[in-house]
Protein backbone atom coordinates (compact mmCIF):
# COMPACT_ATOMS: atom_id res chain seq x y z
CA UNK A 1 0.00 0.00 0.00
CA UNK A 2 1.47 3.26 -0.85
CA UNK A 3 1.01 5.40 2.41
CA UNK A 4 -0.41 8.74 2.22
CA UNK A 5 1.72 11.97 1.39
CA UNK A 6 1.12 13.43 4.79
CA UNK A 7 -0.48 10.48 7.92
CA UNK A 8 -3.57 11.36 8.86
CA UNK A 9 -3.32 12.38 12.60
CA UNK A 10 -4.93 9.37 14.80
CA UNK A 11 -6.92 12.25 16.56
CA UNK A 12 -8.99 13.64 12.94
CA UNK A 13 -8.93 10.45 11.19
CA UNK A 14 -12.29 10.77 9.27
CA UNK A 15 -13.60 13.70 11.36
CA UNK A 16 -13.47 11.29 14.42
CA UNK A 17 -10.95 9.39 15.24
CA UNK A 18 -8.69 10.21 18.17
CA UNK A 19 -5.47 8.59 19.23
CA UNK A 20 -2.29 9.92 20.95
CA UNK A 21 0.76 9.69 22.91
CA UNK A 22 0.48 6.07 25.36
CA UNK A 23 4.28 5.23 26.53
CA UNK A 24 5.68 2.03 24.28
CA UNK A 25 6.23 -0.78 18.68
CA UNK A 26 7.51 -1.88 15.49
CA UNK A 27 10.18 -1.09 12.64
CA UNK A 28 8.81 -3.41 9.56
CA UNK A 29 5.85 -2.25 7.26
CA UNK A 30 2.70 -2.58 8.79
CA UNK A 31 -0.26 -4.23 7.23
CA UNK A 32 -3.08 -2.46 5.27
CA UNK A 33 -5.25 -0.78 7.72
CA UNK A 34 -8.64 -2.55 8.51
CA UNK A 35 -11.18 -0.07 9.49
CA UNK A 36 -14.13 -0.44 12.04
CA UNK A 37 -17.48 -0.57 10.39
CA UNK A 38 -20.02 0.42 13.03
CA UNK A 39 -22.82 -0.77 11.52
CA UNK A 40 -26.53 -1.29 13.25
CA UNK A 41 -26.61 -0.16 16.90
CA UNK A 42 -29.32 -2.67 17.35
CA UNK A 43 -28.36 -5.67 18.98
CA UNK A 44 -27.50 -9.16 17.59
CA UNK A 45 -25.78 -12.56 18.37
CA UNK A 46 -22.44 -13.24 19.21
CA UNK A 47 -20.71 -15.71 17.81
CA UNK A 48 -16.97 -17.74 17.65
CA UNK A 49 -15.84 -18.65 13.69
CA UNK A 50 -13.50 -21.44 13.83
CA UNK A 51 -11.10 -20.87 10.88
CA UNK A 52 -7.94 -23.09 9.90
CA UNK A 53 -8.49 -26.94 11.30
CA UNK A 54 -6.29 -29.82 11.21
CA UNK A 55 -4.53 -29.61 7.61
CA UNK A 56 -5.87 -26.13 6.85
CA UNK A 57 -3.90 -24.99 9.81
CA UNK A 58 -3.71 -20.93 8.84
CA UNK A 59 -0.20 -19.96 8.53
CA UNK A 60 1.10 -17.04 11.03
CA UNK A 61 0.88 -13.65 8.97
CA UNK A 62 -3.38 -12.34 8.79
CA UNK A 63 -3.70 -10.48 5.63
CA UNK A 64 -6.33 -8.18 5.38
CA UNK A 65 -8.10 -9.54 2.24
CA UNK A 66 -8.80 -12.75 4.05
CA UNK A 67 -10.95 -11.33 6.43
CA UNK A 68 -14.07 -10.95 4.14
CA UNK A 69 -15.86 -14.32 4.31
CA UNK A 70 -16.54 -17.39 6.44
CA UNK A 71 -17.63 -20.75 5.12
CA UNK A 72 -19.56 -23.40 7.07
CA UNK A 73 -20.32 -27.23 6.18
CA UNK A 74 -24.34 -27.16 6.92
CA UNK A 75 -26.06 -23.65 6.70
CA UNK A 76 -25.21 -21.12 9.90
CA UNK A 77 -27.39 -19.37 12.06
CA UNK A 78 -25.83 -15.95 12.04
CA UNK A 79 -27.52 -12.85 10.63
CA UNK A 80 -26.83 -9.56 9.45
CA UNK A 81 -25.23 -7.89 12.17
CA UNK A 82 -24.74 -10.38 14.32
CA UNK A 83 -20.77 -10.03 15.71
CA UNK A 84 -18.56 -12.64 16.08
CA UNK A 85 -14.51 -13.42 17.32
CA UNK A 86 -12.25 -15.37 14.60
CA UNK A 87 -10.82 -18.10 16.44
CA UNK A 88 -7.60 -20.07 14.42
CA UNK A 89 -7.75 -23.76 15.58
CA UNK A 90 -4.56 -24.81 14.68
CA UNK A 91 -3.32 -21.72 16.92
CA UNK A 92 -5.85 -22.28 19.61
CA UNK A 93 -5.89 -18.46 19.70
CA UNK A 94 -8.42 -15.18 18.72
CA UNK A 95 -7.10 -12.68 15.94
CA UNK A 96 -9.48 -10.68 15.26
CA UNK A 97 -13.46 -9.49 15.70
CA UNK A 98 -15.75 -8.69 12.69
CA UNK A 99 -19.68 -8.10 11.85
CA UNK A 100 -21.64 -10.42 9.74
CA UNK A 101 -22.83 -8.09 6.74
CA UNK A 102 -24.42 -10.84 4.51
CA UNK A 103 -26.89 -13.34 4.80
CA UNK A 104 -25.70 -17.09 4.15
CA UNK A 105 -25.57 -18.36 0.58
CA UNK A 106 -25.39 -21.66 -0.83
CA UNK A 107 -21.59 -22.28 -2.83
CA UNK A 108 -21.91 -22.38 -6.70
CA UNK A 109 -21.77 -24.94 -7.64
CA UNK A 110 -22.64 -26.63 -4.50
CA UNK A 111 -19.43 -28.35 -2.00
CA UNK A 112 -19.41 -31.63 -0.06
CA UNK A 113 -17.59 -29.37 2.57
CA UNK A 114 -17.48 -25.49 3.18
CA UNK A 115 -21.16 -24.96 1.03
CA UNK A 116 -22.02 -22.55 2.84
CA UNK A 117 -20.59 -18.47 3.01
CA UNK A 118 -21.13 -15.56 4.68
CA UNK A 119 -19.73 -12.19 4.08
CA UNK A 120 -17.93 -10.30 7.03
CA UNK A 121 -15.84 -7.15 7.64
CA UNK A 122 -13.21 -6.44 10.84
CA UNK A 123 -13.39 -4.34 12.99
CA UNK A 124 -10.34 -5.07 14.36
CA UNK A 125 -7.72 -7.98 13.76
CA UNK A 126 -4.32 -8.89 14.53
CA UNK A 127 -2.09 -9.11 11.50
CA UNK A 128 0.49 -11.91 13.12
CA UNK A 129 -1.07 -14.71 15.36
CA UNK A 130 1.91 -15.36 17.04
CA UNK A 131 0.76 -12.56 19.11
CA UNK A 132 -2.80 -13.63 19.34
CA UNK A 133 -4.17 -14.27 23.44
CA UNK A 134 -5.71 -17.36 23.69
CA UNK A 135 -9.25 -18.33 23.04
CA UNK A 136 -9.90 -18.38 27.02
CA UNK A 137 -9.29 -14.94 27.07
CA UNK A 138 -13.43 -14.80 25.82
CA UNK A 139 -13.99 -17.55 28.18
CA UNK A 140 -14.05 -20.40 26.21
CA UNK A 141 -12.70 -23.65 26.50
CA UNK A 142 -10.91 -25.41 23.37
CA UNK A 143 -12.85 -28.54 24.34
CA UNK A 144 -16.24 -26.85 23.82
CA UNK A 145 -14.99 -26.14 19.97
CA UNK A 146 -15.44 -29.46 18.54
CA UNK A 147 -15.61 -29.12 14.99
CA UNK A 148 -17.42 -26.79 14.85
CA UNK A 149 -17.30 -23.97 12.32
CA UNK A 150 -18.77 -21.61 14.92
CA UNK A 151 -20.26 -21.08 18.15
CA UNK A 152 -22.57 -19.76 19.84
CA UNK A 153 -21.09 -16.77 22.75
CA UNK A 154 -22.64 -14.67 25.13
CA UNK A 155 -22.42 -10.80 24.65
CA UNK A 156 -19.31 -10.97 27.81
CA UNK A 157 -17.50 -13.25 26.12
CA UNK A 158 -17.22 -11.32 22.81
CA UNK A 159 -15.89 -7.95 24.90
CA UNK A 160 -14.03 -9.76 26.76
CA UNK A 161 -12.29 -11.37 23.44
CA UNK A 162 -12.32 -8.57 21.18
CA UNK A 163 -10.82 -6.27 24.28
CA UNK A 164 -7.93 -9.44 24.33
CA UNK A 165 -7.34 -9.05 20.70
CA UNK A 166 -7.26 -5.02 21.17
CA UNK A 167 -4.65 -4.91 24.13
CA UNK A 168 -2.42 -7.18 22.09
CA UNK A 169 -2.34 -5.49 19.32
CA UNK A 170 -1.42 -2.46 21.55
CA UNK A 171 1.03 -4.24 23.89
CA UNK A 172 3.23 -5.78 20.54
CA UNK A 173 3.04 -2.80 18.97
CA UNK A 174 4.23 -0.25 21.83
CA UNK A 175 6.81 -3.49 21.98
CA UNK A 176 8.07 -2.50 18.42
CA UNK A 177 8.34 0.94 18.05
CA UNK A 178 9.75 1.98 21.93
CA UNK A 179 12.43 3.89 20.61
CA UNK A 180 10.93 5.58 17.84
CA UNK A 181 7.81 6.45 20.07
CA UNK A 182 9.77 7.60 22.53
CA UNK A 183 11.79 10.23 20.69
CA UNK A 184 8.41 10.91 19.03
CA UNK A 185 6.76 11.66 22.30
CA UNK A 186 9.80 14.60 23.23
CA UNK A 187 8.49 16.26 20.29
CA UNK A 188 4.94 17.04 21.66
CA UNK A 189 4.47 20.72 22.06
CA UNK A 190 1.48 21.91 23.86
CA UNK A 191 0.76 19.61 26.48
CA UNK A 192 -0.22 20.43 30.13
CA UNK A 193 0.35 17.02 31.47
CA UNK A 194 2.52 18.27 34.03
CA UNK A 195 0.54 21.33 35.25
CA UNK A 196 -2.36 19.06 35.58
CA UNK A 197 -0.39 16.76 37.54
CA UNK A 198 0.87 19.41 40.20
CA UNK A 199 -2.80 20.60 40.32
CA UNK A 200 -3.62 16.87 41.63
CA UNK A 201 -0.63 16.82 44.26
CA UNK A 202 -2.06 19.56 45.86
CA UNK A 203 -5.22 18.34 46.14
CA UNK A 204 -3.66 14.91 47.99
CA UNK A 205 -2.33 13.81 51.05
CA UNK A 206 1.08 13.37 52.04
CA UNK A 207 2.74 10.45 50.43
CA UNK A 208 -0.04 9.49 48.41
CA UNK A 209 -1.26 6.20 47.44
CA UNK A 210 -1.40 6.56 43.26
CA UNK A 211 -2.24 4.15 40.40
CA UNK A 212 -1.47 5.16 36.75
CA UNK A 213 -3.43 3.40 34.14
CA UNK A 214 -0.94 3.07 31.34
CA UNK A 215 2.60 4.33 33.47
CA UNK A 216 4.59 3.68 29.78
CA UNK A 217 8.39 3.84 30.05
CA UNK A 218 8.42 5.93 32.86
CA UNK A 219 8.21 9.41 31.88
CA UNK A 220 8.45 12.60 34.16
CA UNK A 221 4.91 12.39 35.03
CA UNK A 222 5.43 9.00 36.59
CA UNK A 223 8.54 9.78 38.15
CA UNK A 224 7.10 12.69 39.96
CA UNK A 225 4.57 10.56 41.01
CA UNK A 226 7.03 8.23 42.45
CA UNK A 227 9.07 10.52 44.24
CA UNK A 228 6.08 11.79 45.93
CA UNK A 229 3.85 8.85 46.77
CA UNK A 230 3.84 5.37 46.31
CA UNK A 231 2.71 4.71 42.69
CA UNK A 232 1.38 1.82 41.37
CA UNK A 233 1.84 1.38 37.33
CA UNK A 234 0.26 -0.70 35.07
CA UNK A 235 0.81 -1.12 31.31
CA UNK A 236 0.49 -3.91 28.62
CA UNK A 237 3.66 -3.35 27.26
CA UNK A 238 6.74 -5.37 28.60
CA UNK A 239 9.40 -3.27 26.81
CA UNK A 240 7.62 0.08 28.09
CA UNK A 241 7.51 -1.96 31.44
CA UNK A 242 11.65 -3.10 31.64
CA UNK A 243 12.42 0.72 30.84
CA UNK A 244 10.09 1.58 33.43
CA UNK A 245 11.53 -0.67 35.88
CA UNK A 246 14.54 1.28 35.26
CA UNK A 247 13.07 4.72 35.65
CA UNK A 248 11.05 3.98 38.79
CA UNK A 249 13.40 1.29 41.27
CA UNK A 250 11.01 0.21 44.18
CA UNK A 251 7.83 1.02 42.00
CA UNK A 252 4.87 -1.31 42.31
CA UNK A 253 4.48 -2.34 38.41
CA UNK A 254 2.26 -4.65 37.08
CA UNK A 255 2.02 -6.29 32.98
CA UNK A 256 -1.52 -5.93 32.26
CA UNK A 257 -4.32 -4.85 30.68
CA UNK A 258 -6.53 -1.66 31.93
CA UNK A 259 -9.60 -3.07 30.42
CA UNK A 260 -9.16 -6.27 32.62
CA UNK A 261 -6.85 -5.12 35.50
CA UNK A 262 -8.40 -5.34 38.64
CA UNK A 263 -7.44 -3.47 42.64
CA UNK A 264 -8.62 -3.97 46.11
CA UNK A 265 -11.67 -1.64 47.26
CA UNK A 266 -10.81 1.87 48.42
CA UNK A 267 -7.00 1.12 47.56
CA UNK A 268 -5.91 4.58 46.34
CA UNK A 269 -6.02 8.27 47.27
CA UNK A 270 -5.59 9.00 43.15
CA UNK A 271 -5.97 7.16 39.80
CA UNK A 272 -4.42 8.95 36.92
CA UNK A 273 -4.16 7.84 33.34
CA UNK A 274 -1.74 10.35 30.77
CA UNK A 275 -2.90 10.28 26.83
CA UNK A 276 -3.49 6.57 27.41
CA UNK A 277 -7.43 5.79 27.09
CA UNK A 278 -7.40 6.05 23.46
CA UNK A 279 -6.07 2.38 23.31
CA UNK A 280 -9.27 1.51 25.00
CA UNK A 281 -12.22 -0.05 22.78
CA UNK A 282 -15.16 2.61 23.62
CA UNK A 283 -17.58 0.25 25.26
CA UNK A 284 -14.75 -1.10 27.95
CA UNK A 285 -14.29 2.99 29.57
CA UNK A 286 -17.52 2.82 31.28
CA UNK A 287 -16.69 -0.26 33.29
CA UNK A 288 -13.28 0.83 33.74
CA UNK A 289 -14.43 4.40 35.17
CA UNK A 290 -16.63 2.39 37.31
CA UNK A 291 -13.60 -0.03 38.76
CA UNK A 292 -12.14 3.33 39.09
CA UNK A 293 -14.56 4.48 41.28
CA UNK A 294 -14.74 1.72 43.46
CA UNK A 295 -10.62 1.56 43.91
CA UNK A 296 -10.63 5.30 45.05
CA UNK A 297 -11.09 5.97 48.66
CA UNK A 298 -13.97 8.41 50.13
CA UNK A 299 -13.08 11.49 48.58
CA UNK A 300 -10.15 10.13 46.74
CA UNK A 301 -9.23 11.72 42.81
CA UNK A 302 -9.45 10.53 39.30
CA UNK A 303 -7.33 12.59 36.72
CA UNK A 304 -7.09 11.49 33.01
CA UNK A 305 -6.77 12.79 29.64
CA UNK A 306 -9.15 11.24 27.41
CA UNK A 307 -9.92 11.43 23.63
CA UNK A 308 -12.03 14.29 22.73
CA UNK A 309 -13.49 13.14 19.10
CA UNK A 310 -16.18 9.82 18.43
CA UNK A 311 -14.20 7.16 16.84
CA UNK A 312 -16.06 3.79 17.27
CA UNK A 313 -11.87 2.27 16.98
CA UNK A 314 -9.77 2.35 14.12
CA UNK A 315 -6.84 0.04 13.25
CA UNK A 316 -3.72 1.20 11.21
CA UNK A 317 -0.68 2.53 11.17
CA UNK A 318 1.13 4.65 14.12
CA UNK A 319 4.85 5.63 13.16
CA UNK A 320 5.74 2.08 11.30
CA UNK A 321 3.57 -0.18 13.76
CA UNK A 322 -0.04 -1.75 13.60
CA UNK A 323 -2.09 0.21 16.47
CA UNK A 324 -5.66 0.47 17.51
CA UNK A 325 -7.54 3.49 18.55
CA UNK A 326 -10.97 4.94 20.00
CA UNK A 327 -12.48 7.62 22.05
CA UNK A 328 -15.98 9.68 22.92
CA UNK A 329 -16.80 12.96 22.42
CA UNK A 330 -16.13 15.33 25.60
CA UNK A 331 -19.98 15.23 26.48
CA UNK A 332 -20.05 11.43 26.48
CA UNK A 333 -16.71 11.48 28.80
CA UNK A 334 -18.57 12.95 31.32
CA UNK A 335 -21.76 11.30 31.19
CA UNK A 336 -19.69 8.23 31.70
CA UNK A 337 -17.42 9.62 34.52
CA UNK A 338 -21.04 10.51 36.27
CA UNK A 339 -22.25 7.29 35.75
CA UNK A 340 -19.53 5.66 37.14
CA UNK A 341 -20.31 7.42 40.43
CA UNK A 342 -17.67 10.28 40.08
CA UNK A 343 -18.56 14.14 40.76
CA UNK A 344 -16.53 15.62 37.70
CA UNK A 345 -14.93 18.90 38.93
CA UNK A 346 -12.96 20.40 35.99
CA UNK A 347 -13.36 19.53 32.34
CA UNK A 348 -11.23 21.02 29.65
CA UNK A 349 -10.31 20.36 26.18
CA UNK A 350 -6.04 20.75 25.09
CA UNK A 351 -4.76 21.22 21.36
CA UNK A 352 -1.24 19.45 21.51
CA UNK A 353 0.85 19.42 18.20
CA UNK A 354 2.44 16.39 17.09
CA UNK A 355 5.19 15.34 15.20
CA UNK A 356 4.06 14.00 11.80
CA UNK A 357 0.51 14.16 13.05
CA UNK A 358 -0.40 17.79 13.25
CA UNK A 359 -2.54 19.14 15.71
CA UNK A 360 -4.75 16.68 18.18
CA UNK A 361 -7.55 17.40 21.07
CA UNK A 362 -7.62 16.15 24.20
CA UNK A 363 -9.80 16.40 26.69
CA UNK A 364 -8.70 16.36 30.55
CA UNK A 365 -10.73 15.73 33.40
CA UNK A 366 -10.37 15.65 36.95
CA UNK A 367 -13.16 14.08 38.96
CA UNK A 368 -13.76 13.10 43.16
CA UNK A 369 -15.28 10.22 44.43
CA UNK A 370 -18.07 11.30 47.19
CA UNK A 371 -16.63 11.51 50.64
CA UNK A 372 -19.81 9.75 51.24
CA UNK A 373 -23.44 8.46 49.39
Known amino acids: MVPPRSPPSPHVF ?10 RGRADAAPEPLRVNPGSEEPGAHWLLVRGRGERRLEPEVRADELRAHSSTRRPRVRVGDRALLYAAGWQVLFGA ?28 LSDLREAPPV ?17 LTEEQFRSGRAAVVAAIVASGYDRIADRFAAWQREIAG ?8 RLLALLPRRPDV ?13 ILAERGRLTG ?3 SEEQLRRARERLPGTRLLQADVATVSFPE ?4 AVVSFYVLNNLPQDELGPLLARVAGWLRPGGWF ?7 DNPGWTGDFLGTEMFFAGHAPERNEELVREAGLDVVDSQLETIVELGYGRGTWHWLLARRPRSK
Do not use: M, N
Request: charged fraction near 30%; proline fraction near 6%; aromatic fraction near 6%.
Open 234 to 236: VDV
Open 303 to 309: LASLPAR
Open 98 to 125: VRVVSEPEEVEPPRVRWRWRFRIEPEVA
Open 266 to 269: ASFD
Open 136 to 152: QAAGVLTTSVGRHSYVR
Open 211 to 223: LELGVGAGVRSSR
Open 191 to 198: SRRLEWLE
Open 14 to 23: AEGACRAAHE
